[in-house]
């Protein structure tokens, strides 16, 4: 084996190991990428639908509720259960950390996002239509971190009218 040929040997292995490090860099930060967008639209569908589903069951908006504001604060009253028409009350806010909480009646505060995503703003909006119907427009933005260059924000949105507003 002559020198010219040990070098041309010798730069095609470094070609050849270049683009295959550059490849699994590549899918690993791909792979990464994936699992941050199913977190956050998993979170997003799961927060949402816990609302609106609560909104839904509830018969008026507490007083101690906040809106149009970032945080939110949403405080509904509502029954124990489809089955149970006992009343209660279901509280959804958030904290410092940008986790979202639910707490119904004496229940401890469930937490409601993954450790992964973060909640960037939250919004309730207090709606009333025409036939006097009361309701609650939620506005959701989710964050995940996926890599140090690449960060996921995701908006949600939900409206639900109140069980005995109509």
């Known amino acids: 084996m002559s020198l010219v040929e040990l070098v041309v040997y010798g730069a095609l292995l470094a070609v050849i190991s270049v683009f295959v490090v550059n490849t699994i860099v590549m899918a690993t930060r791909v792979i990464s990428e994936v699992r941050a967008e199913r977190a956050i639209t998993t979170n997003g569908e799961l927060i949402m639908q816990k609302i609106i589903r609560e909104a839904r069951q509830a018969t008026s908006l507490n007083a101690s509720s906040t809106f149009n504001v970032d945080p939110g604060d949403l405080s509904l009253t509502t029954i124990v259960s489809p089955t149970d028409y006992t009343e209660t009350t279901a509280d959804f806010y958030t904290d410092a950390a940008g986790d979202v ?66």
Not at 104 to 115: H, R, T, V, Y
Not at 136 to 159: C, D, H, K, P
């Open 101 to 166: 909480y639910y707490k119904k009646g004496s229940a401890a505060s469930a937490l409601l996002n993954s450790e992964d995503v973060s909640v960037s703003t939250i919004v309730f909006r207090k709606i009333f239509t025409a036939t006097s119907s009361e309701g609650v427009r939620v506005e959701l933005t989710l964050q995940a971190t996926a890599s140090a260059r690449y960060v996921i924000s995701r908006n949600f949105f939900g409206t639900a009218i109140l069980r005995g507003s109509y």
